[in-house]
């Protein structure tokens, strides 16, 4: 099974909206077949290690990482994949935890008298698959938001002048952690002055993308908030060809500008604690029902402050640079209302790791 998820780790930057999933095909002792889901609409692990093993599959014993499938849906059933080859027991790490299917996929086994087993290394498939669980289960995306910051949390000059605080490792770093998002979400007043393209640079992730073929790598959506009206198809953000979701307040639309075949406008409803605000809750259940799992949250400090303060973000990446840059200095959240200890968001850290010069701390809330 550890082989297994280190299998599936490989659909890591492709799959989405799709789980990843490992599958090792095991006959007297020795591997005769095994795969993983690579995108969305191909073949699925356990019909990639049926490839594979040929008639060797036969008698075998499936060790799987998530519930083989039990439905039609862009490609056939693993399940009756898997009975078709004659496969003798299947072991699964977890069950499917979409609560409209969970389980199917192991009763049609069983009814085909297959044995099955399920929970081996269960905590390790669900972490591989933490953002896709959380969807399932809550209808919302797993939400992390990255922040960078001088040691004294600085995020600008007072002029404005802020490329570049962190160092080309935490930039690259960070351009890992945008590869494994389903979307990026910021706000235009971001994409405005950073006249930002919120892409993934894959030519900086060197060795992490040695197991995946090129033309297999996708583009995660790019989600801008602008209430507003200030975007424009002229910015370097509309310039890529992927995919683009402008966000609108229900309460406050205009006449849309002549956008591009990849832009698509959504309204969502506006705040009702904070007036010309869209509801965060709405955006995410909105995003979630569209398959995104894991939202990166790339913004200035007003939109970064309204996802902690709406108690939204499962974990937080701070990149620290060793730079003192003053009181004058804009400062890395907001935080309205927080005028006490009390008041004041507690998380505990996950991780702290050097990247280069640079530190990178990880945190979730309490």
């Known amino acids: 099974m550890q082989r297994a998820i280190q299998l599936a780790k490989r659909g890591r930057y492709t799959t989405s909206p799709n789980p990843v999933v ?80 969970s389980g199917r996929g192991i009763q ?39 922040l960078a ?49 919120l892409t993934v640079r894959y030519e900086q992730l060197g060795f992490a993308m040695q197991d995946i073929e090129p033309e297999k790598l996708r583009q995660p959506t790019r989600i801008v908030i602008d209430s507003q009206y200030r975007l424009h198809p002229q910015l370097a953000l509309f310039k890529e060809i992927s995919n683009i979701i402008v966000v609108r307040n229900l309460q406050m639309l205009q006449r849309e500008p002549n956008w591009p075949d990849h832009v698509q406008v959504i309204n969502i409803a506006g705040s009702s604690q904070h007036p010309g605000k869209v509801d965060l809750n709405s955006l995410l259940s909105e995003l979630a029902k569209s398959g995104v799992n894991n939202l990166l949250v790339e913004a200035g400090g007003n939109l970064t402050s309204a996802f902690i303060q709406a108690q939204r973000v499962d974990e937080l990446w701070l990149y620290q640079a060793p730079k003192l840059m003053g009181a004058q200095a804009l400062s890395l959240l907001a935080l309205p209302g927080v005028e006490t200890l009390a008041q004041a968001p507690q998380l505990s850290i996950i991780d702290i790791r050097k990247i280069g010069p640079d530190i990178r701390i990880r945190a979730n809330f309490n």
């Open 22 to 101: 490992g599958c090792v095909l095991v006959s007297k002792d020795k591997i005769v077949g095994e795969g993983w889901h690579i995108r969305a609409g191909e073949g699925h692990a356990e019909v990639n290690a049926l490839s594979m093993a040929g008639s060797l599959a036969k008698g075998c014993t499936a060790y799987v990482t998530l519930e083989p499938c039990s439905h039609y849906g862009r490609t056939p059933p693993c399940a009756k994949a898997l009975i078709e080859a004659g496969v003798s027991q299947v072991v699964v790490a977890m069950q499917d935890p979409n609560p409209q299917v």
């Open 108 to 146: 049609l086994l069983e009814d085909a008298g297959i044995a099955t087993r399920v929970g081996l290394l269960e905590q390790s498939a669900q972490q591989i698959n933490i953002g896709f669980v959380k969807r399932m289960r809550t209808g919302f995306p797993r939400v992390i938001c990255k």
């Open 149 to 197: 910051s001088s040691l004294d949390g600085k995020i600008a000059m007072h002029s404005g002048e802020s490329k570049w605080i962190t160092s080309p490792e935490s930039r690259q770093d960070v351009q890992r952690l945008r590869a494994l998002s389903c979307a990026i979400i910021s706000g235009a007043d971001t994409v405005l002055v950073d006249d930002a393209r």
